[in-house]
């Protein structure tokens, strides 16, 4: 066991830290996300300079030469280097092009495209190459990730990659529901989706609490049922062309029959109880629901998908299906009546009668439809798409009997998990499955529900995790290193943070708000190892409804805060003797000594504060549990071996008041734990 050497330099790879996380340190690596299929490096630098050129040649499309100018402009940026080359387009021409881009056809959006490329570095040319303009974009995205630097300049190091996707559907749903998320929010999204790779936005749009796609036919959809927060006809077309350009298309989930009360506000002939009906202000599972067993039903929704068909340019349209609860059907004695004539024996069965009739209607509008698996039932035309939300069985079921799943079940961001925990994730299971079945696992979506979300800080729940998510579905299956995901993901933030998305920016605005000044340190030390506790935990918590504050602590901190994380690992190197860095000891008395002192620090803040003062008890916390790690790090330094008294009073405190507080949980705990039963060990 053991070390004992602490250096003068511990400021030094602090703030280094800070730069780059711990892990990042550790190894100079690629930080390519998602990993590449198949990938060489062949020795030797691309070094960028003033006059790099890119061409694009083949038979380019509008969007690839779009996709090309961004890259410049962004390498640009990056670099401070003044290129001289402005917008790439068919009438623009360089001569000895220092980077060829060549896409042979354009790639069709739709399940299955052709997202294949080959990049070729060499010390004196960027060669990409793909079937489609698609695959180029995505290609375009492995060079930008590609981008090093050094004392002498920027550089790509020399690579050769030939890259494909592991699955073809490779989703992020987000809902716009719950909280409506503006235009913008929605295409800075789009932005982060195309950087690592995924394809589809599943755009949750009709909810209880709202409905958020302008209907022409039926104006009362939003007209009575958004509090006038949705999106125009004008503004769908112009996100799914802002994804278009990205090579990413946008399948709209309108959720029927249940998750439907925002329909019935303004058209409440339609739903099986008689109404009124008012936007629902809570979260939860609720009754209302459309009458199955009406034919005027089918009339309404016919019209209305016809008019969503035509507005959405994707093959397949999603009608939710999740979570009837059937109360109202039951609550309804001419639906009971229409069950008992028909020899419908269950609220299930009138459900698959619902899906029966409906699903043709779509069909007739050359769509295919998905759902959520709730929608499965024997006569559901195998063209279907089934979303496994529940569990695994549904998935395994589905395939069994002869449908495309994709999964998201292990995929809810909002449930807070850690990134390894949804990196670990894998869609196909060990065994049971033959390779057919395996076949028609087409890949998953990461699923951004909104009850606890806000335009402010929905980026901070989607990313980086959903990255993780994004390289299980597109890299080999046996790529599953936690470490290496974490050192890469810390990249990913980054490139996200320089193309707009909040994640990280946005906490500043929250904690000055939470502080009510500028003075943040001791509130952003706090909030840096906490996480938002679980969402089962939130909804007890408070009496939460769509008009909630999502600006409290739970809301700033983020899951899996890197902090934390590093933390983490510099633990697990100490007490398995993993060859830490010399330093690691040193850092991470630095961190423990800054959390025992915080306390005091934040105290003043909290006094002019009270939006704060439900932290007090963790902060307090933090500093006691701080207080036993230093303890604890000081055992180990002098090779001394802890009594088992002092271990165990230590993990008593340690786990006392560790029960979530303002549905906060410290992130260091376990660490700490760790720390204290290796000071204790032999
Ligand atoms: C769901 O989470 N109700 C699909």
């Keep these: 066991m053991r070390y004992v050497r602490i250096l003068a330099t511990v400021a030094v790879f602090v703030s280094l830290m800070n730069v780059a996380g711990y892990a990042e340190i550790n190894t100079r690596k690629l930080t390519l996300m998602p990993w590449p299929a198949k990938i060489e490096m062949t020795g030797g630098r691309y070094r960028l300079n003033q006059s790099f050129t890119v061409e694009v040649t083949g038979k380019p499309t509008g969007r690839l030469f ?26 623009s ?28 570095v060499t010390p004196s040319r960027v060669l990409l190459k793909a079937n ?33 996707p592991r699955f073809p559907w490779r989703g992020l749903m987000i809902d716009a529901a719950r909280h409506f998320m503006p235009v913008n929010v929605i295409e800075r999204n789009i932005r982060g989706m195309a950087a690592v790779k995924l394809n589809v936005l599943h755009w949750h749009l009709s909810d209880n609490q709202g409905f958020r796609a302008e209907s022409k036919t039926f104006p009362k959809l939003t007209g009575m049922g958004s509090d006038g927060h949705f999106y ?3 503004e769908i077309k112009a996100v799914i062309k802002y994804a278009a350009d990205r090579g990413i298309r946008v399948v709209p989930e309108f959720d029927v029959p249940a998750h439907s009360t925002s329909w019935f506000v303004g058209y409440p002939q339609y739903a099986s109880a008689p109404g009124p009906y008012s936007i ?15 034919n005027k039903t089918y009339v309404f929704l016919g019209k209305f998908f016809k008019e969503m068909a035509g507005l959405f340019p994707d093959k397949y349209m999603d009608v939710g299906g999740d979570e009837n609860n059937g109360k109202d059907w039951n609550a309804n004695p001419k639906i009971q009546a229409f069950m008992k004539a028909h020899k419908i024996p269950s609220d299930a069965a009138l459900q698959t009668y619902f899906e029966n009739r409906l699903v043709p209607l779509i069909m007739k509008d050359h769509k295919d439809v998905m759902g959520w698996e709730e929608i499965l039932n024997p006569r559901l035309p195998k063209s279907a798409i089934v979303q496994s939300w529940r569990g695994n069985a549904s998935l395994e079921n589905a395939v069994k009997k002869g449908y495309r799943v994709i999964l998201s079940k292990g995929w809810y961001l909002d449930h807070y998990f850690t990134a390894s925990q949804y990196y670990l994730v894998d869609p196909v299971p060990d065994s049971g499955l033959t390779l057919q079945q395996k076949k028609l696992i087409i890949g998953g979506e990461a699923c951004m529900w909104s009850e606890y979300v806000s335009p402010e800080n929905i980026d901070s729940r989607i990313w980086p995790r959903a990255a993780a998510i994004a390289e299980r579905l597109w890299s080999p299956r046996d790529i599953r290193n936690v470490r290496d995901m974490y050192r890469r993901l810390d990249a990913v933030s980054l490139e996200l943070d320089r193309l707009g998305l909040t994640q990280l920016k946005n906490q500043g605005t929250m904690l000055r708000n939470l502080a009510n000044g500028y003075r943040v340190a001791p509130l952003r030390t706090l909030v840096d190892i906490v996480a938002p506790y679980d969402i089962y935990a939130r909804v007890k918590a408070k009496p939460y409804s769509a008009f909630a504050p999502l600006t409290r602590v739970v809301d700033t901190a983020v899951p899996d805060p890197m902090t934390a994380r590093d933390f983490s690992f510099m633990v ?34 909290i006094d002019r504060s009270p939006i704060l003062r439900e932290v007090q008890p963790i902060s307090r916390h933090l500093s006691a549990v701080a ?18 008294g002092w271990v165990k009073a230590s993990l008593s405190t340690i786990s006392t008041d560790a029960a979530p507080c303002a549905e906060v949980k410290l992130m260091v705990i376990a660490p700490i734990e760790s720390l204290v039963k290796y000071a204790g060990e032999k």
């Excluded at 698609?134 to 030939?162: H, K, M, N, W």
């Excluded at 100490?574 to 961190?591: F, K, L, Q, R």
């Design 132 to 164: 489609t303009d698609i695959g180029a974009l995505r290609g375009i995205q492995t060079v930008l990730q590609l981008l090093e630097a050094d004392s002498s300049g920027y550089y790509f190091p020399c690579v050769r990659i030939e890259d494909h």
């Design 280 to 294: 629902e202000r809570k979260w939860g599972i609720f009754d209302p629901v459309f009458n199955p067993t009406i």
């Design 93 to 120: 021409s360089v001569e000895n092009p220092c980077m060829v881009i060549q896409a042979d056809r354009r790639g069709r959006l739709r399940l299955y495209m052709d997202e294949s490329y080959r990049l070729d």
């Design 232 to 234: 125009t006809q004008q």
């Design 627 to 644: 207080s036993i790690g230093l303890d604890a790090l000081n055992y180990i330094r002098h090779n001394t071996k802890a009594g088992q």
């Design 66 to 91: 779009r996709a090309a100018s961004r890259m410049l402009r962004r390498l640009s940026q990056r670099t401070g280097l003044f290129f001289s080359q402005g917008y790439l387009s068919p009438d």
């Design 572 to 605: 697990d190197d100490i007490v398995s003797g993993n060859n830490p860095m010399e330093d690691t000891v040193a850092m991470v008395e630095h961190m423990l000594v800054r959390w025992k002192e915080n306390d005091a620090n934040l105290e003043k803040i």
